[in-house]
Nanobody, 120 residues
């Protein structure tokens, strides 16, 4: 059974930093690209950052460029999102996603989410 468990969310002041983690089990972690999404109240879920299965390539939404860093440790089956210079608009539930595809075959797994609140 595949499980993705996020942790590290919480309340942080504007301008502060937070690192959230996602520990994976039940899948061959180094075969999956990993993504962080977020969903704010009343808004659609949006992609925040992506890292390829080897960690060799990363990509970010404009909202996080220069402030967020995605990384992974394949030995620990864990992906991280380091968030700096946080803004109130970063407040959302953050979800990790494990994504695998070969041609038209696709697999996606989701965590339960971790709340990040940026407020003074």
């Amino acid at each position: 059974q595949v499980q993705l468990v996020e942790s590290g969310g919480g309340l942080v002041q504007p301008g502060g930093s937070l690192r959230i983690s996602c520990a994976a089990s039940g899948l061959i972690f180094n075969q999956y690209d990993m993504k962080w999404y977020r969903q704010a109240p009343g808004k659609e879920r949006e992609l925040v950052a992506t890292i390829t299965n080897t960690g060799g390539s990363t990509d970010y939404a404009d909202s996080g460029k220069g402030r967020f860093t995605i990384s992974r440790d394949n030995a620990k089956n864990t992906v991280y999102l380091q968030m700096n210079s946080l803004k109130p608009e970063d407040t959302a539930v953050y979800y990790c996603n494990a994504h695998w595809s070969r041609g038209w075959i696709e697999q996606n797994y989701w965590g339960q989410g971790t709340q990040v609140t940026v407020s003074s």
